[in-house]
């Protein structure tokens, strides 16, 4: 299912939403109740988080037997991850890159934030040339 950009940030902008993508990309699939567990939700909530995270493409699931493990859908959130950087007003112009001139005047804090965003992302496309080459 494609959806229009301001769809995919009206799904996004639910905290708990975000903090589910967070948890599959950093452990990897789990259950509706280990993810209930983690955020600190009911598990009836997680369901319905994950329903909508679901029809939205972010997020995939197969059933296994009796569990149904969520993964993150890379190649979704890749797609939203470039076109927010298209939009982005840090000075990259939708090349991930920050200007000079940017980085000179940011903070040590902010540095320290985006260094941990690209290895973040360093280790999901480490991750999904992984699951490429099992293929």
Known sequence: MELE?????????VETRV??????????P??????AKQTSITPAAASQHL???KQSGL???????????YAVNVEVLEKY???????CTCGCQGKGNWKEKELEK??????????KDLQDELRTVRERIKEVKLK
Do not use: C, D, H, N
């Not at 903090?19 to 990897?28: R, T, V």
């Not at 789990?30 to 993810?35: F, P, Q, R």
């Not at 991850?81 to 939009?87: K, S, V």
């Open 51 to 53: 329903k909508i995270l």
């Open 81 to 87: 991850r470039r076109l927010l950087t298209e939009i």
């Open 19 to 28: 903090k589910i993508l967070e948890l599959l990309k950093s452990q990897g």
């Open 106 to 115: 940011t903070s040590l804090e902010s540095l320290r934030r985006y260094e």
């Open 5 to 13: 950009p301001f769809e995919m940030f009206k799904i996004l902008a």
């Open 59 to 69: 997020v995939r699931s197969e059933r296994k037997g009796f569990w149904i493990p």
């Open 30 to 35: 789990l259950g509706a109740t280990e993810i």
